[in-house]
């Protein structure tokens, strides 16, 4: 077992449900799962889950929860129960960290450590972090942690052991690259990144499920390109928007500044969509109103129109996650909107269409997603007061009607990303479980709830054996 824990840590525990928000998780070995309940005799296979487990060192901190260190977590869940395993993400900038009790690198809100001339050694091209707690990704055969940056990790899915930097095998130079890479049912790995420069662009490539080559296929120039968390896919188009909050490429260069304060909010500049085609690299854009936004819920055809539904929010959401506001039990009252976008042929604008109000981590079936369009959609929420200081809320949306159809909570719990994992050869969006961590004032551990997503209630929770600290998504590896 491997616990980091400091007496600054330690002064820092807090009570019940913020719990999650503390260093000092343990790296356990395939500890027993206690199941309550029935889980279903097809659901065969291990969660995943990663997000920032340890954010106190001995000689320093991160103030955000985006910069913790690191963290996998493995629930396998076979005939004969349920089995916990955890590892720190053995990245490199876990590894200096450790060694030196402090930050070693540069962050989401972590300034770069190094000195002036340490910097001026890497004129342009400034060290990135490889902190890949944000999102679970497979590139071919190959598991990976990752963050904003072109830097992935990879790792083993069953026992958590890091197999160390994955290298792309071309020469692309990117700054930065969306976190939410799309992995297809063959292997082709697609995703975005952006070039710093006197001209900078988002580079839009894919992988071959065999390769470890970086294909561009659409470059699309930016004077000032938006923040970059996620892209969509449909069959036939890659849509990418481009939020008002925009990168000062002289500052990402140039400056140890952290991450984030490299982006200015720009809301006279308005935002912009912009679609890619698969198959010929073509690039049409979109003007609309100036937003800023994290994660698609999906992107389908309608006919020679492609539709982006997208949940967005105010770019205030940054600070409200700050570690010292989080771990003070203060409600966020951030707004946030799931809005569709409806990109015409031979339009030049679209307008946003509501379709409902606080929900963010939004979910449809793996079947759906990329695909063909899905009906409806699963997100994290707030209950009914919004003064929980995190989402408590499982939140079912019926995406053609435009309203929250129904919705589960567990008493005085946060309630995190739900999972979608299908049952196999399901033939509606709604057919399989949702996986939902979570964690009440009086849980001696995370405990996930299986939820029936049709029906929204509870089939089982599987309890384990310590606290999870809050990450942001989970992923599904089938046995």
Not at 202 to 227: L, S
Not at 291 to 309: P, R
């Amino acid at each position: 077992m491997t616990a980091h824990s400091t007496p600054e840590a330690q002064a820092l525990a807090r009570p019940g449900r913020l719990r999650g928000l503390d260093s000092g998780a343990r790296e356990l070995d395939d500890e027993p799962v206690e199941v309550r309940g029935e889980l279903p005799a097809w659901l065969r296979g291990s969660l995943l889950l990663n997000g920032p487990a340890l954010w106190e060192l001995p000689q320093g901190r991160y103030v955000h929860w985006f910069d913790g260190l690191a963290m996998l977590h493995r629930v396998r869940i076979g005939a004969d129960g349920a089995r916990y395993r955890s590892r720190f993400l053995q990245s490199e900038d876990y590894r200096g960290s450790i060694a030196a009790g402090r930050p070693a690198f540069g962050g989401f809100a972590t300034p770069d450590p190094t000195g002036l001339w340490q910097r001026l050694r890497h004129l342009g091209q400034p060290a990135m972090t490889d902190n890949g707690s944000v999102v679970m990704s497979r590139i071919g055969g190959q598991w990976v942690g990752q963050t904003e940056t072109p830097l992935v990790t990879a790792f083993d899915p069953d026992t958590l052991e890091t197999r160390g930097r994955l290298r792309f095998e071309d020469d692309e130079k990117l700054h930065f690259m969306s976190a939410h890479g799309i992995t297809e049912a063959d292997g082709t790995y697609w995703n975005v990144g952006v070039e710093l420069g006197k001209q900078c662009a988002y580079k839009v490539f894919r992988v071959a499920p065999t390769e470890r080559r970086r294909e561009v296929i659409a470059r699309i120039p930016v004077a000032k390109p938006g923040y970059l968390h996620a892209l969509a896919l449909t069959p036939e188009h890659v849509v990418l928007w481009e939020p008002a909050l925009r990168a000062q490429p002289l500052k990402f260069l140039f400056t140890g500044n952290a991450y984030i304060d490299n982006f200015r909010w720009e809301p006279q500049g308005g935002s912009r969509i912009h679609r890619v085609s698969r198959r010929d690299g073509a690039v049409t854009t979109w003007t609309v109103p100036a937003m800023f936004g994290f994660h698609a819920v999906q992107a389908y055809e309608d006919g020679t129109a492609t539709v982006l539904e997208l949940c967005e929010s105010d770019p205030a959401i940054i600070d409200s996650l700050r570690m010292d506001r989080m771990r003070s039990g203060e409600a966020a009252h951030v707004s946030m909107q799931l809005r569709r976008y409806r990109l015409e042929p031979g339009r030049g604008e679209s307008t946003p269409e509501h379709i409902v109000d606080d929900v963010e981590l939004p979910m449809v079936h793996g079947g759906w997603w990329t695909r063909r369009r899905a009906r409806h959609a699963w997100c994290a929420g707030y209950g009914p007061d919004g003064h929980a200081p995190l989402m408590d809320c499982t939140v079912k949306v019926d995406l053609d009607a435009g309203v929250v159809s129904n919705t589960w909570q567990r008493p005085g719990a946060v309630q995190l990303e739900p999972l979608f994992v299908a049952r196999p050869d399901s033939q509606t969006d709604e057919d399989g479980v949702l996986l939902v961590p979570t964690l009440a004032d009086d849980d001696a551990g995370t405990v996930v709830a299986v939820l029936d997503p049709a029906r929204m209630a509870c089939l089982a929770t599987l309890h384990l054996p310590q606290v999870v600290p809050f990450g942001f998504h989970a992923a599904w590896n089938s046995a």
